[in-house]
């Protein structure tokens, strides 16, 4: 008779719906939401004091379960694990936290990080087929087999930079089409659509071959005509939509 693993999850956003989705429909495992207090707390003591220790301690216990997700924001993964950890009554070395931040590491609990675009459109997700990075090698089998045969170990030390590339890359087209369209309507009075269209071809061109896939001055190595095409947009248009690229970027590591 196999035996029920059983589990509990916080969080359910973008990631952490499909992914209890996921688990829930795997036979081996007995699944629970775990609901938190909805809310933004920028600070980690205020939710610890206020959310965390007054509502957990009561009303969960760690002992209940093997292995616990935590599908939630980073900021408050810290005072989560904390009080996890403190509520286990048993071997603390058993006790199996899984986040699922890119950039957070804990020696408490394990990152499993999907490198995958989770937006609002992508609702059913194949988890065994995406590519998985881990910062731990020391990961149960059970999970190990959720996860499929596309994974990596990264050194923790290496995180931030790494959640920086995807970060960028996963969002880079994005930020193209919606920060620079109102700008080359009202600059040039066509259709913010053929921006749209430019980057959705380049993109496929990519996809075809990496190698081949520049055009105009860049193809041409004219360091001249690409200074020049860059320069006509302004300073201040450079400008603001550099502080517009990282605004994004932080929001987005902020919501991931």
């Not at 007054?54 to 093997?66: A, G, I, M, P, V």
């Not at 087209?173 to 700008?183: F, K, P, T, Y």
């Not at 269209?197 to 081949?212: A, H, R, T």
Request: one cysteine or more.
């Amino acid at each position: 008779m196999r035996h029920t693993i059983r589990t509990a999850q916080f969080g359910f956003g973008k990631l952490g719906r499909p992914w209890f989705e996921y688990i829930s429909n795997q036979g081996q495992f007995s699944t629970k939401k775990i609901p938190l207090v909805r809310g933004t707390f920028s600070d980690k003591k205020t939710y610890f004091d206020q959310v965390v220790a007054s509502n957990l301690k009561e009303n969960f216990k760690s002992d209940d379960y093997d292995i616990i997700f935590l599908a939630v924001p980073e900021q408050i993964l810290d005072a989560l694990i904390k009080v996890l950890k403190l509520s286990y009554r048993k071997s603390k070395s058993s006790l199996k936290l899984y986040h699922f931040s890119g950039s957070y590491y804990s020696k408490d609990a394990v990152g499993l990080h999907p490198v995958y675009s989770f937006s609002s459109i992508n609702t059913d997700v194949d988890f065994k087929s995406i590519n998985w990075v881990v910062d731990h090698k020391d990961i149960s089998s059970e999970v190990l087999n959720l996860l499929g045969h596309k994974v990596s170990v990264i050194e923790p030390l290496k995180k931030e930079i790494y959640h920086s590339y995807l970060s960028v890359s996963a969002n880079q087209a994005q930020l193209v089409n919606h920060l620079m369209a109102d700008q080359f309507f009202e600059q040039t009075g066509l259709s913010k659509n053929l921006l749209k269209e430019l980057v959705i071809q380049s993109l496929q061109n990519e996809l075809l071959n990496e190698e081949k896939s520049f055009s105009g001055p860049w193809v041409r190595d004219a360091k001249e005509d690409q200074n020049k095409r860059i320069e006509e947009l302004g300073d201040e248009f450079l400008s603001e939509q550099n502080n517009n690229f990282n605004r994004c970027i932080e929001v987005f590591n902020e919501s991931k």
